[in-house]
């Protein structure tokens, strides 16, 4: 049997937003992921590259790229393209 530390896979994810160059157009958002501690860095547009990311460097350990879709949906569910906090009502 494999050991934790030969299980585990350390990432770094990063994700910012960027402003546009067009007047009046939506920042658009960015990051990067670093596998740790290989030290290789992808800079990415969306959540589909994240996956793809973790799964090129997990291979076996059943990642599924499900994933992403439930992600996007959690995302959209919070907001996560507004720009303002939303508070939440007691």
Do not use: C
């Amino acid at each position: 049997m494999a050991s934790f530390s030969e299980n585990t896979h350390v990432f770094i994810v990063r994700i910012w937003r960027e402003p546009r160059e067009i007047a009046g157009a939506a920042p658009e958002w960015r990051g990067s992921i670093e596998q740790v501690p290989g030290g290789e860095r992808r800079y990415v547009k969306d959540l589909d590259d994240i996956v793809a990311f973790i799964g090129s460097h997990a291979p076996g350990m059943g990642l599924s790229t499900k994933t992403t879709g439930r992600a996007k949906k959690a995302a959209e569910k919070r907001g996560a393209g507004n720009t303002k906090r939303r508070s939440r009502k007691s």
